[in-house]
């Protein structure tokens, strides 16, 4: 179904929404595909798309080129797609993964890992992260968010808690 706006003193006819979509949807796909390479990708950002303009339709359909402007509403959703991505982390071909070192009696491990846990939040990421991914305090800051001297903070005061809380647990209060 079309519906006739008055633009003026013209009359443009303007498709209802699922009528241009059936008429345009083939298009957009194929445009979509050549942006992402895949055709799960190109439905997504095709979707993505379609579903932000149903609600702008009204306004859209009396562009001067509604085909140009949802067909730049398809590249944005493709951008917005790989941004977020980027920000996720990468696959690598190969994880360097630590052995457990060989001395550590599995209770050990148990006890440091319960007390891990104990330590708030922001605490706990940058200790892991600073000992258990061997990251330095930079890299920390970056993946984090925060400044380098939060997180050495952050890294000093989950320490400090961690031998508090072992030494508590075997009984060596005497510092």
């Not at 445009?31 to 979707?47: F, H, I, M, R």
């Not at 402007?69 to 917005?80: E, I, K, L, P, Q």
């Not at 050990?108 to 990251?135: G, I, K, N, S």
Request: charged letters at 30%.
């Amino acid at each position: 179904m079309t519906t006739l706006i008055e633009a003026g003193r013209t009359r443009v006819q303007v498709p209802d929404f699922d009528s241009w979509v059936a008429a345009r949807g083939p298009a957009l796909l194929r445009l979509a595909y050549v942006l992402t390479g895949n055709a799960t990708d190109a439905e997504d950002v095709v979707q993505d798309a379609l579903s932000r303009a149903l609600p702008r339709w009204s306004r859209i359909s009396r562009v001067e080129d509604p085909d140009a402007y949802v067909r730049r509403m398809v590249v944005n959703a493709n951008v917005t797609r790989w941004r977020a991505f980027r920000r996720r982390e990468l696959p690598v071909d190969t994880v360097i993964d630590r052995p457990v070192p060989s001395g550590v009696a599995p209770e050990e491990r148990d006890r440091l890992w319960r007390a891990c846990r104990a330590l708030p939040p922001d605490q706990r990421t940058a200790v892991v992260l600073r000992f258990y991914e061997d990251l330095d305090y930079a890299e920390i800051a970056a993946l984090t968010g925060v400044r380098e001297g939060s997180v050495r903070s952050r890294v000093s005061r989950g320490i400090a808690t961690l031998r508090h809380e072992l030494r508590h647990d075997l009984g060596d209060d005497d510092e």
